[in-house]
């Protein structure tokens, strides 16, 4: 991190991070071959590492987060399947109706309670019965996090246990998987265990230019390749991407903590303005409501400090590794001189 004086204080994503030197150092340096032959020995090192840390056979580079949920979601389901899915998940809001578009595979949303879970009462009563007029229930995904909150890993173990017991397959968006587990490997692993499939974003946090890793056994990755390809996902001499997630993997899990202290420190220095509202905060996202009507003269005051946010009556605020605590004093400075 270079000095924070007069650089732009960047709060709308964790996805506007750019790669260190460092990580440029190892993108430029690594061994590269032709992935879709599978012969990309930094891309093979990626999926191997990736699926080892979180206790699975096998991993799949791809291009997207959005790619490796749609993948995800089709090695369990086929045409005329549905699948059950939050009404604020990412995969069922933001990611174009994938699953229906290219996989005719029907989304069975239903909402997500204030801490971001699916109540298993509402997930049992979603399954269709087994009847030619229904669409076939096949698989439950879920989202850790969800708006910045981690799902309880009892929570977790009571949905697995419901999905083995009802016949079902489950996949995690795990985008922000390792937020989710406050940067602890161990306890991230614990998170994804009894999940069929879990996709990892290496884009968000973990600081990387580009892609994620869909994780599975090695007969669901296999079946990923195919439908890879299909989606037009093979890359070549991916390797360059790869090593920025090896490097991430190394250098930008545990420090996630980090970004999680800053979220807390801006919660705490916004919670203390008049007229604004905070909501309770878990991980590096801060939710805050402004005044709907000082929101335009807010947005050019902030502009003007060098402080880059989406500002809507709920404002969502986001630490990452670009951010450090100096940038968190200054962007609450430019806060408190317009709310003073």
Do not use: W
Request: aromatic share 4%; glycine share 10%; proline share 4%.
């Amino acid at each position: 991190m270079t000095d924070s004086v007069n650089r732009i204080v960047d709060l709308r994503s964790d996805t506007v991070t750019l790669p260190s030197a460092a990580m440029r150092a190892a993108m430029a340096n690594a061994p590269l071959g032709d992935d879709v032959y599978g012969e990309d020995p930094t891309v093979n090192a990626l999926q191997e590492r990736l699926a080892a840390m979180l206790g699975f056979e096998a991993g799949i580079f791809v291009t997207s987060g959005t790619q490796s949920n749609l993948i995800g979601v089709m090695t369990h389901c086929g045409r005329g399947d549905e699948y059950i899915v939050g009404q604020s998940a990412h995969s069922y809001r933001y990611e174009g109706g994938g699953a229906a578009v290219l996989g005719s595979i029907q989304p069975q949303p239903i909402t997500n309670q204030p801490d971001g879970t699916l109540a298993l009462a509402d997930i049992e009563a979603a399954i269709k019965p087994d009847d030619p007029h229904y669409a076939r229930t096949k698989l439950i995904a879920l989202e850790n996090t969800i708006g910045g909150k981690s799902l309880p890993l009892r929570y977790l173990r009571d949905v697995v246990a419901l999905a083995k017991a009802r016949g079902l397959a489950l996949h995690l968006d795990g985008a922000r998987l390792f937020n989710a587990a406050g940067g602890d490997v161990e306890v991230a692993r614990q998170l994804v265990d009894g999940f069929d499939t879990v996709s990892v974003c290496l884009s968000k946090g973990l600081g990387t230019p580009a892609g994620s890793v869909l994780c599975g056994s090695t007969q669901t990755i296999e079946a990923a390749h195919r439908l890879r390809k299909m989606l037009g996902g093979g890359m070549r001499q991916a390797g360059v991407l790869a090593a920025a997630g090896l490097h991430a993997l190394d250098h930008n899990v545990e420090r996630l903590a980090d970004d999680h202290a800053n979220a807390a420190k801006l919660a705490a220095g916004l919670a203390e303005l008049r007229g604004v509202t905070v909501e309770p905060q878990q991980t590096n996202m801060v939710f805050v409501h402004f005044p709907a009507d000082r929101l335009p003269s807010l947005a050019t005051h902030l502009e003007a400090r060098g402080i880059k946010a989406r500002l809507a009556p709920r404002t969502r605020l986001v630490t990452h590794l670009d951010v450090d605590a100096a940038m968190i004093d200054t962007a609450l400075d430019a806060f408190r001189t317009f709310f003073h």
